[in-house]
Each structure stands twice: as C-alpha cells, then as structure tokens.
DNA sequence: ATGAAAGCGCTAACAC
DNA sequence: GTGTTAGCGCTTTCAT
C-alpha cells in the first residue's frame, strides 16, 4: 500500500503552504499562474490523488449526486441513469447508483448509504414494496434534495417528474378500442403504488368514453414480472367470459401475458390484442412486435437532474415544488393492431 | 437545512465523552450495557445520523465497494451485480455503482470517482472501448483491492472471474455443427477486447474439429449493437456463398442479425440458424425463441465480490492473482435447432 | 469502563 | 498572491 501522498507533500516540495497548494489544485482566481502550473507538474510527478472525503468532510459538498433505482436489470432505469448523467456531468457532478431491489428495506438502506456518504442529492424513483415514506422524508429533513422520477408519490413534497400516467393508459386503451376491440382487460401492477393507480384511472376513462363498463373481473392486480403477467392472463382466459384484449402495465406484463396467450393457441393481434408501458428494447423484437407507450426516459433524467440542481441552487425552497409531467407517445406495433388499413 | 446532530451532541446530553458516544454506538466491547442503551436512546431521539465521510477519514475504509459496468441498460450487469450485492451485504458492505457508458473515458472518470471517494475496493468490467489499462493499474498502485470479472484482462495482473469464452463459443458452434448447419458465420465484437478474442478462438477451434475452413469472409468484426448485428447480416447475406448459420458474439447482436434475416424473407431456423450469447431475458420471448449461452451472472457476481474480501484480507497478496472460470452452459431454444428429435 | 487529546486531509476566513 | 489558523466529525491511542 502505497503512501498516501497529501497537499501537504506538495506544499513541503515547494516550499509553500498546504492552503496554497489546495488553492493552485482547484484553480482559485488569486494563484499565480507560475504557482499554479508548479504545484500541478508536483503533484503529477508524485502521482498525487485529491481525497474528495477530507474535502467533503471540510467543505459539506461532495457533488455527488445519488440516485435509488428499483432495479438496474430494467432497461428503462439505465436509460433515465444516462439522462440525469449527461446533466450531471455538465454541472461537474457524479453520479452514483444504488438499487433497492424494489423493497422498502433496500430504499431505506439506500438512503442511509447515501446520507453517509453525504451525496448533495438523492434522484429516485420509489420501489414496489415501498409503503412509508419516512425515509425519504429524512433526505428532507436533512436538508438534502430530493427528486422523485417516474414512480413518484405527490406526498412526498418534493419536486419529481413523471410522465402523464394516465394519459398514456388513456391513450393506450383508446388505441384498443379503435382496432374494434371491446372486452378490455387491465394487467396492473401493485395498487397502492400511485403511478399504477393512475394509470387505471386512464384506462376506466377510456372505456367509460366508449360508453363501456369497467368490469371488476377484467382487472388483475399482478406485481409487474413477467410470471406474474403469465398468471393474470391465464386466471383471465379462464373467464366465462375471456377478454378480447389486454392492456399491461409494463412490457414484461405484457410478455408473460403474451406467453400465456400463445400457450393457449390464440392468436395476436388476430383473437386478443395486447398493449405494454415502457417500451423496452425488446419489444420490437418479439413476434408479434409489442406496441407499448414510450416514457421518454432521456427526458425524463435530464428534467429530474435539472430539477435538483434548481433545488440546491436554492429556485423554490419553502415555495411549493414542481411537478414536470412529460407527455407520453403512443407506440403502435403489430400486437395491438387488428385492423388493418392499406397495405 | 437542520442543523446536523453530532456524537457530541450525544455527549453534551449524556455528560459523557464523545470518545464514549462513539464506541457505545461502534458497540465496543469495553462499554457497559447501560451506556450503550442510554446513547442509542439520545441518538434517536435527537435523529443521529452518523457521518462515514468524517469516519473514513479518520480509519480510512468506508465499507463501500465501487463497481465499474460499462452499461446500465444491458441486464446481465444488472444481475452480476446482485450477486455482487449479496456478498457484499453479508459483509456489511455497500455496493455504489458507476457506468462508464462503453468508454475509456468514463471508465477513467469512474476510477477516478473511487479513488476520491476512497472505496475500498473496486469490481469492473471492461469497457469496450477501453485500450489503455493505466486507470486499472492505478488503483493497484494505491492499494485499493481490483477484481475484474466478466471482461476481464490478464494483463491487468489482477485476480478476475470470467465464464470459459472459448469453451462457450465452442459449445455454440459445435451445436450448429451437430444440427448440420456447415457454412457458418461469426459476429464478433471488437477484437481488440480479450473476451471477444477469446470466442473467437473457440468458435474457430469448433470449425477444426470438424474439418471446416475459416473462411475470412465469413467473419464479422461488429460492435456488439443491435444496429450493427443487423448491418453484418445483411453484408453476409450479399457474399456470393451466403452462410447457413450464424454464430453471434452477443444476443442483442443476435437480435439485429435476426431481424436482417426477416427482413430477407429467410426461415430461421430452417434456411438459416442462429445461436446469441448471454442468455438476456428477451431471449426466450423472441420469435423464434434464441439459442444462446448462459453465462452464471449471479454466481459472476457472488464469486468476484469473495475474491475481492480475499483479496482485502490479505490472503493472497504478492502471489499469483486467481482466476476463476466458470462454465458456460448451453441453452438450446429454437433459432439454432434444424434437426426435430422426436417431437 | 471511560476520558483526554491528537489528527485523518482538506478548505475557508482572515491576515498581510 | 500567499501564509496562518482553525476546524469539518469522527476514531484511536494512551491514560486513569
């Protein structure tokens, strides 16, 4: 193990003082430039390593910025990770990632590896199994920004983006219901977790705009994997009564869900139409192609970054917080598309 | 922003010494069991939150291991580094991860990041577009414990857990070989990549073993991208001797060579058969369902991160750095079977 | 079983 | 333009 080599080497070295040295290393206006580009060619020479803890610990910042995602097995959190990175690393900061593995005990671990770490500002999106917020409401109380993206929580009273969940299921039954489809199912995913309540209130205002009933049996509350999907779809074939369609919560629903129905020999797009959320990158691959509603996950990382850094610039503390919601696009594949017009 | 709580608030409160606050909440042995009750009490009560950042500086080891991907959005990162996590977790340690978006680049800047957050230990996998190792040897020039896994290095002189990559590819070419597949094409990636040098090796020794030439042509030098799959493809399918098999260097290569071949209005697998590599979840879904190599990630991910406690324990330093390989395993699906065995 | 004191490496307020 | 000084919050000898 090497020693550790300091400001202090530098400054002894030079015959200067440590504050100089620390003053040249960070290109403080008031360094000559003779002093700055001599403890520069020093500090090279003795392979010298700033220690951004001693400096945290001094200064109170440590621009790094953390971000809590459920899962980094999910495409979708990796694409919003670069948005919020692109943004990030204009503003000269890093980004760190913890995955909570959708459970209320790894979010709570996270912050708490966070808060120790003392990032300047979490980034999450909130975990399946998460019910109290407590924990997010200590970065609060702490003083440390909080963003919340996609799955956020009006409750929280922060600042967050997400896009109109319930535009997008609105979009996405409506699109069913103009192919002609009329005995809808809905695959959500756990209820209590605010986007998904939003977006079934999307997919009932749909179905009541066609005038049609939001049939209890049509709805399955599965937890958003692709086994769960399956399951729904099968308890949903057995009806006495089967749905002609299915809208899923999520892409890897909408895959189990797909698996189901093959297994069952009916057809799609031709006996059951099926719609996803999220557009993974998959879902223009599989056979027949899924269509799906794309988040704008870029954006989405990008706005959230955004919002932090208006955050701890101080823009709207104490004032109410900002909601960005983006606008979702409806991606129209073959799975859901039972008519076909030209050719 | 609250003002922060410290053990000597703690100590103020209890008329006792900071020294004593902390070694009550360290759980020292020396501290009697009152004491300790009576300062987790206060602690919070008062909100405590203990600051590793002041703690590593003063010990010098935060707990935290830095793990280097080159991309969040491929899952079987996602899933080697939950098998990182567990480990780690059982040895009370946080797992922080940072993507280097494929680049030397990033891959300097997340180093970097670990050093100055002083880690105590860094996994990484590779960037594709790493050539340069010297950001690598750094951190064995600082002392803090390397462990490759997956795109690993030997030159990097550290301990590393990689699959067979020959012996996998081996496996998938000889698979086509069995199934009668005779002129088959390879899609490699860089390979100026160890991994990737490595399949080839295999693939190649496959072809020997069958009495096939390898014919240069019918190699394929991509960059492990859907886009650039589907581009290979398609120049394969111009050759005046058009392949009967492709053997892909990565299921999302695999992907885009799959959709040329749709596109060309080719059967798979009956006119052409096509095995991936990685085993990602999309693979089974796909239509038809992709041949392709599974590669241990969770066993990947347990196996580095316990090299990496070997390693920080000091059990195997100045020695040789092990090695593990682990055995691929192949997983035979649809797009590589001509032959129907029974039914 | 607990206290006293020193210091990890850096930065920032104040000198000059 | 640079030096001095005083910590940031914790851990860790060494005492007692």
Redesign the interface.
Known sequence: ??K?VTIHDIARELQVNAATVSRALNDHPAISARTKEAVRKVARRL?Y??????A??RSGR?R?LGVLIP?????F???V??GI?RVAAAEGY??????T?ESEEGER?GVE?F????VDGVLASIAKGTRDLAHLQ?LK???VPLVLFDRVSAEAGVPSVSINDSAAAFMATEHLLQQGYRRIAYISGPLHVPIWKERLKGHRKALKKYGLPADRALLREGDVS?GSGAACMEALLRLPEPPDAVCCVEDYTA?GA??ALRRAGIAVPGQVGIIGFANE??GQ???PALSTIDQQTIRMGEEAARLFFELSAGKFYGSAPRHIVLEPQLIIRQSSVKIHTAS
């Open positions: 193990m090497a550790k392979h390593q700033p220690n951004s803890i001693a945290s610990l440590s790094i899962s980094a097995e999910i495409t959190f990796g694409s990770v670069h990175e890093t980004v760190l990632i913890y995955q593995n671990k590896t808060l120790r770490s003392r200590d109380r702490r003083g692709i895959l797909l698996q990158l998959f691959y599989i056979e």
